[in-house]
């Protein structure tokens, strides 16, 4: 109890210190929520590293299984996570895969039989929330191979897998997933790696713990002033990069208190953009493949708008930001896009506290979501 009350009063001092514009650096606001992220790095590597056998082997597996197609099963953090599965999946290894709804098993009963011999990818930190169970163990009656990528070992959605792949971040005491949500990217790339034989994506995986560590020392702070008092926002990323704008949004909704949408950097031109105002924030993820073809003119119209455009991304692309966040150009596509939501990570912590919040303990929210 008495450092649970050190801990809130720890918050309270940087929330004053961050509402009056005294000047804090973001990697010295100490919360669960931060330290925790701050683990990533060496969590990762350590996973790689124990999961190789597993994986090479998960990865024959699935290759000699030639599915028509894939599936994800997940929700909140590990949905993101399971789009930037399907990225993986379609870019790399040619398999279409599509989300599978976690009602249509778990409430409705409804999994085709067309998933009989099709990879479903369920993912979840906790590995306890009663629908993907259900939805799971119908699939598994359907015929699916259920592929398991959980960072509680113990849980029965773990029990469930034909393939079990753990992501082994730890306990994550934060109500926020940090760690646990890079974990489970790196643990996607790892097993795509090797389903797809990708030999550029097999040789950035030695790549990504000293990615997040260099993405974990970078100062985000200057976006801190626009968003502190912002009412809503559009989150922008493309390819690889926009399941990390939807886990952006969903931190920014959870920590912050900030109604914030993700989108595409081409669909956005179809009808969101209209709802920018003038001094209006956008937040933007520039991805480092082909798919950043059209970034710059978007921005540029942004920019027009009279939008402080706030951008990570490579400097061509994103020359018509209004403030322009620090990221490394020279990583694989992929690395590249997961270290950018370890740089956000501390943005996001940093912007929770100015706003009144406690990042760790967001309301209404628990670390277990057990939707049915």
Sequence with gaps: MRYAAL??????????????????????????????ALEAPEICEAQL??????????????RKLAPPFAATLARGSSDQAAAFAKHLLEVYAGVPTLSHSPSIGSLYRRTSASFRDVPLIAISQSGRSPDLIAAAEDAK??????????????????ALGDITIP?????ESSVAATKSFVATLVALTHLVAEWSEDDGLRQALPTIAPALRAAGAQDWSNAL?????????????????????GEAALKLKETAGLYAEAFSVA????GPMTLVKNGDPVLV?????????????????FAARGATVIAAGAAGDIGAASIVLPMESSRHPIVQAIGAIQSFYALANALSLARG???DSPPHLAKVTKTL
């Design 7 to 36: 801990h809130n009063n720890h918050y309270d001092t940087i929330a004053c210190y961050l509402a009056a514009g005294i000047k804090t650096t973001m990697s010295t606001v100490s919360t669960l929520m931060l330290s925790e």
């Design 49 to 62: 590293r124990s999961n190789a056998d597993l994986v090479r082997e998960a990865g024959q597996r699935l």
């Design 141 to 158: 009656r359907m015929g699916a191979l259920v592929v398991v990528i959980v960072n509680d070992e113990e849980s029965p959605l773990a």
């Design 167 to 171: 992501v082994r971040a730890g306990r």
């Design 225 to 245: 002033p626009h968003l502190r008092d912002a009412n809503d926002l559009l989150v922008l990323g493309r390819g690889p990069t926009l399941p990390i704008a």
């Design 267 to 270: 669909e956005v031109a179809h």
């Design 285 to 301: 993820f520039g991805p480092a493949d082909v798919s950043s073809e059209g970034l710059k003119e978007r921005l540029e119209d």
């Design 357 to 359: 919040r406690n990042p």
